[in-house]
């Protein structure tokens, strides 16, 4: 008796704008509605609606079972512009016949940086679960199926049955992945993809090279006959139906064929994860110490955090973390939170060019290099808004016709100039600008740097000395 | 094989990327047992183990030839057409000395040149290969000197084959000459890495220029960014090494943004390489750029290039950033993350170098010979 687990896993990042420097503290917004909205009509059109509708019939037709990871940040799009797709996958979930596995709602890497931030998004997500199909989620994956065993008992404690990973030689040496088995340090159970076999349906449906090219049903599903053990985890990215492989390649003549042609065999069924784990008792036990993933040959992280410009947007994005917090701004924390979307650090990715071919993989961006600028000039904005006002634009040159003529013949175009002439300045031209009766510098700092609070503070200072201290700290206060 | 070949100007002495391109193609080539017999109207003032340097200086005696001297060809442009036909007369007299050596071809390089290949070819009656190294609608920003434009256009209309050093050129030649698609062949330019890359620390973070002041190469949009740059970042220094025709009108311009203090012109200088060696990046914000031989340069001596997409050598480099010449926003936000975001100067720096290490004259040599036994075979058939 062979089970199948067939798990699709949907979603769509926020993409975020092309963000000049000079965009910082501007006020512009960070996400391109429109880009995002054409991709998600795109994908609804192409995938999602074929797809559901596929689905849909064959629940009604067989004994077919399938389970989704929805992102929070997919869902939120849905509702925003594509309800009725929202509503296909309530009508699926509906029936009975579909299981929802829950994540982090960010799509996010937040177990990599912070355990407190994963932990808070899994409950967002479970929440947003709840609220839009009532259902509560006892199996999780974590983004890309990313794994260790600290993940599985933080998962464990927080109520989980069971993970979702990668069953890599890696972890699994000589093992089958068709088996359950159960983790190290915690007792959660471990549901691990068969890739082989669920790539054969992902990358290589419609490679013509292939030697199994065209891949049916029938021979498919003789595929899954043969392979022993308990259970076959099928475990892909839902956008092969329609966008990986496109309708033209005969994928979704393949997915309406496969229940039919695996349940030809009486002793084969559908099963949902969580009746897996019912049904049968690991096998052995697992240790996995290090993070793998289902990407790549490498099974790892590096197309997220492979090179120093992903791991420094990262780094700075979750150095954040309290900040953010603190802050208790519901647009900041949810901005913030965008960010984290793995996505935007696989834009950045450049090990596949490593060969010159840049055109292998689908990016928003011209180049890595134009991704990680545009979110390093997110995150300095929204620095700045943390911060509660754009202090080092008080560093900027002014404009020529605000510059300070000082008596002495020096021009100050900024602070820097300011601190570095009264240094060269004799006593009797700092008396003529700073005086009982006024105080240029403190005048030209409120009027046209427009540093207040530097102003107020030298308002006061008589002496050179006193003027140069203070806003030499100022100004190591602004540059940090 | 036997080639001869048609310059203008050679290393040491030499104005721009036409000397290097085809000093180094003739080298590669001649590593792989081509016999070049190089013809130049004046004499580089050295001697070469790899070819035979011809001069029509020399040579031809009788013509009233002005030397090369080194100077920009705009500065003695009336001159040029004299020296052009005195330069055809003096290879056509070459050619007929060297009608027994068995020459199997004629490549010659750049509008300069063109009239003395077609001359040659009466003579010597083998295949002639034109190598367009820039075009003039190029050069003069889509205002072609009509003597130089048709020059250029007849001798491709004759040429056996032409070869330009993008596809970016060769669309132009296609479009603006109407040459047909197939009788033009791309060889991109290269460069070979220096052993050891020289890095010195400098006062400020340095923002390099370097090329002809000109319409072509777009000193004006760097002018402009420095400007926003300086607004936002005063600690950076902008190097506008070169010289020019717009030189004058830079230096003013300068004066007049107010940024004279940030902003220094080096005039032309002996050795690039030391103000390669104090950039914190390289930018050529070039209006139409056949090649760009410097961002090769500036790569090969890890400094990060920030190129504009109307250029050839954007067709090839991966780890760079690209521009549009007019978008002087974009490009000041570029160099102002370059200078702002450690690891992205880094990444482009070590990775564009990397990169420049495959682009060797080596390669490029093979398919030049490639593209010659096809041009002589096509001939002979």
Known sequence: ?480 | MRVLMLGWEFPPKHIGGLGIASYELSKALSKKGVEIFFVLPGDPGKDYNFLKIISTYVEAVNSPLTPYAGTSMSLNFFNLPREVDNFALGVEKIAKRLIDEGIDLIHAHDWMTFKAGLLAREVLHVPLILHVHSTEIDRSGGNPNPYVYNIEKEGMEKADLVIAVSNFTKKRIVEYYGIPEEKIKVLYNAIEVPKKVKRKKFRSKVVLYLGRFTLQKGPDYFLKAAKKIIQKDPDVTFLMVGEGEMLGEMIEKACRLGITDKVFFTGRVPDVNEFYSIADVYVMPSVSEPFGLTALEALSNKVPVIISKQSGVSEVLSHCLKVDFWDVDDIANKILSVLKYSPLKKMLEENGFTEVKNFSWDKQADKCIEYYKEVIKKIKA
């Not at chain 1, 021009?411 to 100039?417: D, R, S």
């Open chain 1, 1 to 480: 008796m062979v089970s199948v687990c067939f798990y699709l896993h949907v979603h769509q990042p926020i993409r975020i704008k092309k963000f000049s420097i000079f965009d910082i503290g501007s006020g512009k917004g960070y996400f391109d509605e429109e880009k995002n909205k054409f991709y998600l009509d795109r994908i609804a059109r192409k995938s999602y609606i074929p797809t559901n509708k596929i689905l849909l019939e064959l629940i009604k037709k067989y004994d077919f079972k399938v389970s989704f990871s929805i992102t929070g940040v997919l869902l939120e799009q849905l509702e925003k512009y594509a309800p009725e797709v929202l509503k296909s996958f309530q009508d699926l979930v509906d029936t009975g016949n579909v299981e929802l596995v829950s994540e982090t709602y960010y799509h996010s890497l937040a177990w990599v940086f912070s355990k407190d931030e994963f932990r808070r998004q899994v409950k967002l997500q479970e929440k947003k679960l709840k609220e839009l199909f009532g259902q509560k989620p006892k199996i999780f994956r974590n983004t890309e199926l990313i794994y260790n065993d600290d993940m599985g008992k933080v998962v464990s404690d927080m109520g989980y049955k069971a993970v979702m990973t990668e069953g890599t030689e890696k972890i699994l040496e000589w093992r089958s992945p068709c088996y359950v088995y159960e983790a190290s340090g915690s007792n959660i159970k471990l549901l691990l993809k068969h890739y082989r076999l669920s790539d054969d349906i992902a990358f290589r449906f419609s490679t013509p090279y292939w030697n199994e090219y065209p891949l049916t049903a029938d021979k498919y599903a003789s595929w899954i006959n043969a392979t022993p053990g308990n259970v076959i985890n099928i475990f892909m990215d839902y956008e092969t139906f329609g966008e990986h492989q496109w309708k033209e390649t005969g994928i979704f003549e393949f997915l309406k064929h496969l229940p039919r042609e695996i349940l030809k065999n009486p002793n084969n069924e559908f099963v949902l994860p969580s009746e897996v784990i019912k049904k049968f008792k690991p096998v052995a036990t697992i240790s996995v110490p290090f993070l793998i993933s289902w990407a790549d040959t490498e099974r790892d992280l590096s197309a997220w955090i492979g090179n120093e410009m992903q791991r420094t947007a990262a780094r700075e994005l979750y150095s954040l973390e309290n900040d953010v917090l603190k802050t208790k701004d519901k647009s900041i924390i949810s901005d913030w939170r965008k960010l984290q979307t793995a996505d935007h650090f696989y834009y950045m990715c450049t090990k596949w060019f490593a060969d010159g071919d840049i055109h292998k993989y689908f990016n928003p961006y011209e180049s890595p290099y134009e991704a990680f600028i545009s979110f390093m000039n997110i995150l300095n904005d929204l620095k700045n808004r943390i911060r509660g006002d754009s202090m080092s634009k008080y560093l900027e040159n002014v404009p020529d016709d605000k510059v300070f003529w000082c008596r002495d013949g020096q021009i100050f175009k900024n602070l820097k100039e300011l601190l570095f002439g009264l240094e060269k300045m004799s006593d009797e031209t700092f008396k003529f600008h700073v005086s009982k009766e006024k105080n240029d510098f403190a005048n030209w700092i409120r009027d046209v740097i427009g540093d207040e609070k530097l102003a107020k503070d030298i308002m006061k200072s008589r002496t050179k000395k006193s003027l140069m201290k203070k806003l030499s700290n100022r100004i190591k206060k602004l540059e940090k």
